[in-house]
C-alpha cells in the first residue's frame, strides 16, 4: 500500500538546474531517514542527501553545495533541487525512506521506481 514515486528527471545541459519530486502514499510508522540514492550504469547505488529523523541532512561528498534536499510534510513530498549539474550526475535517482519497527526495531526501506537524470551537452 506505501508507494514512493519519483518525477522530475529529464535531459538537461552540464551547468543546468532540475527538481526531482517525490510523492508518498501511504502511511509509513516510525520514519528514521527520507533520502535521494542515484545509480549510475556499472556502478553501485549510493547516497546522494538524508534527512534523519531528528533532522540531520547528510549530503555526498560529490554534491556538497550543488543539491538541496527538502520536503514538504503536510504534502508528503520530498523534493531534490540540483543545480550546477555535472555529466557525473548522470543516473537513475531513486526516492528512499527507512523506517524502525514500533514493535521489535527492525528497520526496512522503501523505495521509487526511479527517475533517470541525465546531464549532457
Known amino acids: 500500500q506505501v508507494q514512493l514515486v519519483e518525477s522530475g528527471g529529464g535531459l538537461v545541459q552540464p551547468g543546468g538546474s532540475l527538481r526531482l519530486s517525490c510523492a508518498r502514499s501511504g502511511s509509513i510508522s516510525g520514519i528514521v531517514s527520507r533520502g535521494w540514492y542515484r545509480q549510475a550504469p556499472g556502478k553501485q547505488r549510493e547516497l546522494v542527501a538524508r534527512i534523519s529523523s531528528v533532522g540531520n541532512i547528510d549530503y555526498a561528498d560529490s554534491v556538497k553545495g550543488r543539491f538541496t534536499i527538502s520536503r514538504d510534510g503536510a504534502k508528503n513530498m520530498m523534493y531534490l533541487q540540483m543545480n550546477s549539474l555535472k555529466p557525473e550526475d548522470t543516473a537513475t535517482y531513486y526516492c528512499?525512506?527507512?523506517?524502525?519497527?514500533?514493535?521489535?526495531?527492525?528497520?526496512?526501506?522503501?523505495w521509487g521506481q526511479g527517475t533517470q537524470v541525465t546531464v549532457s551537452s
Open positions: 528512499n525512506v527507512g523506517r524502525r519497527s514500533l514493535i521489535t526495531g527492525t528497520r526496512s526501506e522503501y
